[in-house]
T-cell receptor, first 113, second 114 residues
């Protein structure tokens, strides 16, 4: 089955700096790669996603890149703000197989004012 | 639309007790899934369904049963609760259509087994 590795497990950045989280996946059949933000006691919230036919996607301060050959994808957050502090999860799935998600272990991001 | 709803929000069980976690969605989604999230970890797939009458195991299915008699409902049954099943349980749904890939998560059920 699919295996998703996520690094780093914790990330501390100064407000205004950039944050980068990296994930690798094992199943070349995976074609959907979402990123979730989870605050304490809340459900995962989708912040951006990318499909395998796209190499990069951007939404304001957040961007995701996908390298299918190397089987890795990354989340980039620019101009970080204190409200970006949360746990971030990457995931991978194959739509045709029920779109069931395999999650990475998570990255705890702390943005220091 | 209420989206994905889960009941109860919190539950405490004694070892050996059984219970059913409820999940319902009103978006006519074909795909539904159950995940568990242990403290400090990512979510792990327990069981999933691609349509009414069809279910399959995920990564951590032991100790859990599911059924899908309707498109809307996907209950998760704990057969004989164990402390290792203390976790937060999330239900999710999505469409089988190619236009949307996003999974919609319920608010979660926090389960403690003593």
């Amino acid at each position: 089955g699919e295996n998703v590795e996520q690094h780093p497990s914790t990330l501390s950045v100064q407000e205004g700096d950039s944050a980068v989280i990296k994930c690798t996946y094992s199943d070349s059949a995976s074609n959907y790669f979402p990123w979730y933000k989870q605050e304490l006691g809340k459900r995962p919230q989708l912040i951006i996603d990318i499909r395998s036919n796209v190499g990069e996607k951007k939404d304001q301060r957040i961007a995701v890149t996908l390298n299918k050959t190397a089987k890795h994808f990354s989340l980039h957050i620019t101009e970080t703000q204190p409200e970006d502090s949360a746990v971030y999860f990457c995931a991978a799935s194959m739509k045709a197989a029920g779109n069931k998600l395999t999650f990475g272990g998570g990255t705890r991001v702390l943005v220091k004012p | 639309n209420a989206g994905v709803t889960q009941t109860p929000k919190f539950q405490v069980l004694k070892t050996g007790q059984s219970m059913t976690l409820q999940c319902a969605q009103d978006m006519n989604h074909e795909y539904m899934s159950w995940y568990r999230q242990d403290p400090g970890m990512g979510l792990r797939l327990i069981h999933y369904s691609v349509g009414a009458g069809i279910t399959d195991q995920g990564e951590v299915p032991n100790g859990y049963n599911v059924s899908r008699s309707t498109t809307e409902d996907f209950p998760l049954r704990l057969l004989s609760a164990a402390p290792s099943q203390t976790s937060v349980y999330f239900c999710a749904s999505t469409t089988s259509g190619t236009g949307t890939y996003e999974q919609y998560f319920g608010p979660g059920t926090r389960l403690t087994v003593t």
